[in-house]
């Protein structure tokens, strides 16, 4: 029987062989983000660029796909075994940059080094562990029923872990996660991924090549090399595009979308986004933050609908809170609250009538016109009598500083890893507890226990109404209660060469399935 | 009192300087445009319609309208308005102000020190000459730009932000007139070398003067007018030196636009439609420039005694 399948297989990849042949890796492509990946650890940080390169170098037990629904990726088949247990059937054969054969014992390598690290342990915290059935198989296994498992599988990129195992010449074991230092692994890589990095000068350029033992043949991707170029400067990066320098850009600035549209050599595709972008007020560091009434002054003093219209071009929609449209959490009750009179009589009843000084930090490359919206605020904010001096800094340097936690009040833009809204909370407004890794991107130190644990019932709640109504609820909660100043959801655009086929390719979680894109 | 003054102006009247000022054309236009800007940039916070360093002022609502004339623009902006709301006129206005404090005051700091180091140099001679002129040398070595790039970021990573928003302005000048002290030294010595060989140098020493008397009312009144023509030269490239900083992100704060930071803060937008926010700010700096440079040009030949003695 299994010769028979094998000659059956055989017969079917020799039909398949003409299509493969047209489908052979010789093009190159040029392409410039705003930055390039900070480390080559993926699990070092949780970012999209991170994710970017994690979908370029490595592949994921089962990944998005246009519609919201699960590809198979490395793991072939999966079934539940229990309501706490998944059961997961991985690829046969399927090769390492190093060499190295994909078995259950990569993945669960990868799983114990998630659960260590600082930033992906809260998006693992649900799990309990990981039972390896052979060498092909294995089961994840949750606490409780956990609606969102087959989710964060998407982020189980299974790393090589003969590759990570051992100890550098000074020392280190190769497997440790140093955040913001260097580590063997913030500098090597092997996944099984259809890109190599062949070669990485931090902030300057970055170079893939097709790795040439790729499992997924039937990929139509026939990029073979792949030159990533880092251009901070907006007005630059549309430039290259439009002069031909690149052929491929991300993000594309709102003030330039027009520019674009009008080139015949060129092709826009743009979704609208469902990443929010708010700034966190750190009660830690200023005493008036700790009042209520002064948050809901800031917030109602912020011009979202301004921020959106004017300096998103309308290329953003504006929010009152985390949840995007479509997600179980959003509420519709909740609205924009921009009034300047309001938010000086509020100062005024917290006795901050004559305003106080804060410090912001924006980065500058890294969510669409980061810095200009984060001026924007401040001189919104100036008319409460808080006067700000801001700081934007290349995600670089920002990211160390937000871990630090090193301004009053600080931007970061969150896309829910599991597209559902308890991703939000978790990270952003729990009350922060590095074991268990709760609220670690929750730079303003807000914490209410009683929103913490309407969350986590949530979580467990297999009744989809009752839960949403739960997530709807802790909106509700943060919003009267003013605990972040959300300012608007980013809409997301890419831009390209006509030959370039991105639409089939783009996804938004903006994370570009680069080694399916075809480069005519 | 009163005859002192009528006396100095018939002076000025019957000097070889006005003579000329009156036949050169050039020399008429640029002083007046020049003095035109100074004296609006003076009386900035009369003239503009709004106070564009009060954040409280701005409207994001209002950001990136045209100048009048074109269509969707507000007569209250007569020139229009930046990406965050701000007036361009009140901000042209409030800059130039600050690139011409800038200018003069590095100016100042330079001639005091060049002066200084100059007459030192040239009159003592021997090794107090050597060591200041090699100092000078090697500075001279280094470009303006890197130093002051350097210096820049120093003082913004040990200050912080706000507080460098404040002293933004002192420190501009503070690095661009010690970056470039050494090119009026020079000059200086060179005069000085030719003076101090004369007679009256000699008289003046017979006589039992001090050094210090002779170095600074005898033999640099001499040396004035090299001085002039290179300051003139020198005010136009510390302006230019400053917007340079200032593209670059280390000069002058957002907060507080000097010509060069309105220029970097419009150059996103120069290809995507709203040009006038960098385009204004540039012409007014490139306007600057060259008249105080034609100014300099007319300057060095009137005081230059080959082209009129000879």
């Given amino acids: 029987m299994r010769k028979l399948l094998t000659a059956f297989v055989g017969s079917m990849a020799l039909a398949a062989a003409p299509l493969a042949l047209s489908a052979e890796a010789t093009k190159e492509l040029k392409m410039a983000y705003d930055a390039d990946p900070v480390t080559l650890d993926i699990h070092e940080q949780l970012s999209g660029g991170m994710l970017q390169l994690s979908h370029m ?5 089962i990944r ?3 519609d919201l629904g699960f590809d198979a990726r490395l793991a072939e088949s999966w079934e539940r075994v229990d309501d706490k247990t998944m059961r997961f059937k991985l690829r046969e054969g399927v090769k390492f940059h190093s060499g190295n054969e994909l078995t259950t014992k990569d993945v669960k390598f990868t799983y114990e080094r998630l659960k260590e690290s600082s930033d992906y342990k809260a998006i693992f915290a649900p799990f309990t562990g990981i039972n390896v059935i052979d060498d092909y198989t294995f089961e994840l296994v949750t606490a409780e029923p956990y609606p969102l498992l087959l989710n964060t599988a998407t982020y189980i990129f299974p790393l090589d872990s003969e590759f990570y195992s051992g100890e550098t010449e000074d020392g280190q074991s190769k497997a440790a996660i140093s955040k913001h230092g260097s580590s063997f692994a913030s500098g090597n890589l092997s996944g099984t991924g259809p890109f190599v990095v ?6 300057v350029r970055m170079e893939f090549e097709r790795f040439a033992d790729y499992w997924d043949e039937a990929s139509p991707g026939n990029v073979k090399k792949i030159v990533l170029t880092p251009i901070k400067e907006n007005n630059t990066r ?3 595009l439009l002069s031909g ?6 993000p594309v600035p709102p003030t330039d979308l027009d520019r674009i549209k009008r080139d015949k050599d060129t092709d826009l595709v743009t979704m609208s986004g469902t990443r929010i972008i708010m700034f966190h007020l750190n009660q830690d560091r200023v005493e008036a933050f700790k009042n209520p009434k002064v948050r809901q002054a800031v917030a109602y003093a912020i011009n979202q609908e301004g921020i959106a219209a004017k300096i998103m071009k309308g290329f953003a929609t504006p929010a009152a809170q985390m949840s995007p449209a479509g997600y179980s959490g959003h509420n519709e009750s909740l609205k924009l609250r921009y009034d300047v009179k309001k938010a000086q009589e509020l100062m005024k009843e917290a006795g901050y009538e004559d305003g106080f000084t804060i410090t912001m930090m924006s980065p500058n490359n890294r969510y669409v016109n980061d810095d200009k919206i984060a001026q924007a605020a401040a001189a919104m904010l100036a008319r409460i009598n808080i006067t700000v001096d801001l700081k934007t800094l290349p995600k670089a340097q920002y990211w160390p500083e937000f871990d630090a936690r090193s301004g009053d009040m ?5 896309h829910a890893d599991t597209e559902d809204s308890a991703n939000f909370f978790e990270f952003l407004t729990f009350c922060p507890n590095a074991d268990t890794g709760a609220g670690q991107y929750n730079a303003g130190n807000y914490c209410n226990p009683e929103v913490d644990a309407l969350v986590a019932k949530a979580n467990v709640e297999t009744d989809r109404e009752k839960r949403a109504e739960m997530l709807q609820e802790a909106e509700q909660r943060l919003y009267d209660d003013a605990a972040f100043i959300p300012l608007h959801w980013q809409d997301l655009a890419w831009a390209s060469k006509k030959n370039v086929k991105l639409d089939p390719i783009l996804n938004v979680m903006n994370l570009p399935y680069l080694g399916d894109l075809v480069v005519e | 009192m009163m005859t002192a003054t009528v006396s100095r102006w018939a002076r000025v009247r019957d000097s070889f300087l006005w003579y000329s000022f009156k036949r050169d054309k050039v020399a008429i236009i640029s002083f007046i445009v020049l003095l035109a800007m100074v004296l609006s940039a003076i009386f900035a916070p009369l003239l503009a319609p709004t106070d564009p360093y009060d954040l409280a002022l701005i409207d994001i609502m209002n950001s990136e309208l045209p100048p009048v004339g074109m269509s969707g623009a507000d007569g209250a902006f007569p020139l229009g308005t930046d990406a965050q709301g701000r007036d361009m006129l009140s901000t042209i206005l409030y800059g130039t102000r600050v690139s011409l404090m800038i200018g003069f005051g590095a100016v100042i700091l330079q001639a005091v020190l060049g002066i200084l180091f100059g007459l030192l140099a040239g009159y003592m001679g021997g090794r107090v000459d050597a060591i200041l002129m090699r100092i000078a040398d090697v500075q001279l070595s280094f470009s303006t730009l890197m130093v002051a790039i350097i210096v820049g970021a120093v003082f913004k990573a040990s200050f912080g932000s706000l507080m460098f928003g404040e002293i933004a302005i002192y420190m501009l000048i503070f690095i661009i007139g010690l ?14 070398l030719a003076e101090k060989k004369k007679e009256y140098v000699d008289a003046a020493k017979v006589m039992g003067f001090r050094t210090n008397r002779i170095m600074f009312r005898h033999i640099l009144p001499n040396t004035l007018s090299p001085i002039f023509v290179i300051g003139t030269v020198q005010i136009a490239n510390a302006i230019i030196s400053e917007a340079a900083l200032s593209f670059l992100g280390l000069g002058m704060p957002e907060t507080q636009p000097s010509l060069g930071s309105l220029i970097k803060s419009g150059f996103d937008y120069i290809q995507s439609g709203s040009w006038w926010i960098t385009l204004l700010p540039g012409l007014v700096l490139v306007v600057l420039v060259l008249v105080i440079n034609l100014l300099g040009d007319w300057l060095r030949d009137v005081m230059n005694p080959r082209l009129y003695k000879g």
Avoid: C, H, Y
Avoid at chain 1, 198 to 203: I, P
Avoid at chain 1, 410 to 414: D, R, V
């Fill in chain 1, 198 to 203: 062949t070669s990485r000068q931090q902030g």
């Fill in chain 1, 238 to 240: 549309v430039s290259a």
């Fill in chain 2, 179 to 192: 970056a470039e002290w050494p090119q009026i030294a020079r000059t200086v010595r060179a005069s000085v």
């Fill in chain 1, 245 to 250: 320098g690149v052929d491929f850009i991300a």
């Fill in chain 1, 64 to 66: 998005w796909n246009k």
């Fill in chain 1, 57 to 61: 170098s490595f592949d994921p037990l």
């Fill in chain 1, 410 to 414: 600080m931007l970061i833009g969150w």
